[in-house]
Structure formats: structure tokens, C-alpha cells
């Protein structure tokens, strides 16, 4: 991929709040229950190796539970192979979770990254975790995480080098919001990568009617909004982006689950974010990928630097 990128530009005023003047849809309020789990850090603490505390834990002690997407560390960096994530840049994480994603973004390129999460909990956690000493250590940029919905983001305009979701726009109805708002935090020149669940080609409007639920995304048809790729480069192109690259993911995410259900369980994992069922959700995802009722892509669109 042609690399059109501006060396980094720091902005202290990368997490400013911004008071938007177009009117937003809130999430239903049953989704954020959906990713609600209880005593989120006890649980990973007490998921770690009996020899391992919060003095000592590093990332791969984690074991997965920090990065509770389809291939976890494997699929951030093969996205972030896309991206061409390189020292100082500044990046952001829309929809960051724990910031397992984040913290291997900056421990393996030294990039600066922020991430912006529904989820309260999530990122306190999240934040909590990356202050723990070894993990702290490994990070060769900062990472902060904030509250906040990724259609309407407290990120200042231009601020972001490159940017990225994973697995997080199945639950987003509004792809239209979601690439403007993308547009504007990204500076010229800037790439924005997605890993996500979609509809079978030239299907959209959520495909609620083929899912099999539960799902690690949704427990509840209103709670996803499946599109199709050529839906999303719809909406990110009309919002400005050119598309720069589109690959289809769905063997790459069919291997990695039957990979990871051959594994024997262990005391971590994703089970800890998506509870005791995570084995029928994985197996619905499965069942839908064979059956052709979902497919997963990844596409990067890039902003086009006009100056000069």
C-alpha cells in the first residue's frame, strides 16, 4: 500500500471536549448491559497464573482477555500491518475496550495512542491495567482511555494520525456518523482501518433476520447492524475517504476460532469480558460464517492531504 502519510504532529489538546451540534441517536441502553461485566479487574486478576500479580503481570499474561476480538493480538497487528503504524504517530482506537489493542500499538510501533469506549467500566479497567508496573514498562507511547461514543468523540479536530475499530461497528447503526466523524479527527493524509463483522455482499439495513444469537456482539437483534463492505465504503467515501485497500476475512476468522476452540481452557481468556456462554456465541459466529449470513472484512480508507 502507497504509504501518503505526514510525519507526527503533537496536539496536548488531543482529548479535548468537543460540544458537537448535531443531534445523536444514544445507544440503546440494554447494549451497554450487553458489555457489562461485574468486577471486571477482579475477574482478570484472579484469572492470572498463580505466580503472577499486579506487580509482575505483562501483557501476555493477560492471555487474551485484553483483546477480545476474532485472532486477538494476531489480527490487531496484521490491521496494523495495514496502517503502517510507525514511532510518534498518534492513533486512535474508536471503540477500545480494555486497550489490549491500544497497548500493542504502543509497545510494538512507540505509537501515542488514545482510545474512546462506551463503555465506563471498560476503561477504567482498561486504564487500570495499563498502569500496572511490567505493562507500563513495555509501552513505548502513552495510552489513555475515555468515555464516550465513537459517532460524537472527545477528540479535538485533525489530532489523529491514523485510527482503527475492531470488531465495533456491528453495533453502530449510524455509518454515516461513524465516517464523518472520522474524517474530521483525522488529519491529511491520515488512514483509518476496519476489522468488523459485515452482511454478505449488497445486503444491508442490519440483517437481523439471519442472526443466530447469542453473539459476542449482540444478545439482542436491535443491538446489531450488520452492513455490507460495499455499504461502508459507501458511507466513508461519501464522507470524503478514498479506499485504499479491502480484504475478505472470513476464512482467516474461521480458522482462528476453530484454532482457538482445539486449545485447551485455561484460566484467562475472553470468556472473562463475554461471559459463560462465550462458547455458544463463538459457535453461533462460526455457524453464520459457514452458513454465508455474515462475513468479515478489513478495509482502509485514507484522507486525502490537499495542502499544497
Known sequence: MQKILPPHQTNPNFLRPLHSTCPRTA?????????STPA??????ASLPASVDRSTCTSKDLAGSDQFHIGG??????LFSKLELAPGDVVLDAGCGLGGPARTASAEFGCEVR????????VECGNELSSWPQIEESLRGKVALTAGDVTSMPVADESVDKGYMLHVGMNIEDKEGLAREMFRVLRGGGVFGIFDMVAPGGRAGGNRGAL?????FASEPEHAFLESPENYIEAFTGAGFVLLDAECMTSYCVDAIRKSAGKKGGRGGAGIVMGEDVGQKMKNVLEMFEAGEMHAHMLVFGKVNNEG
Open 27 to 35: 445507544p440503546p441502553v440494554s447494549l451497554k448491559q450487553h458489555y
Open 73 to 78: 493480538a494476531k489480527s490487531a497487528l496484521k
Open 115 to 122: 482510545g474512546v469506549d462506551l463503555s465506563q467500566e471498560y
Open 212 to 216: 443466530r444469537l447469542p453473539l459476542p
Open 40 to 45: 471486571l479487574l477482579q475477574r482478570i486478576s
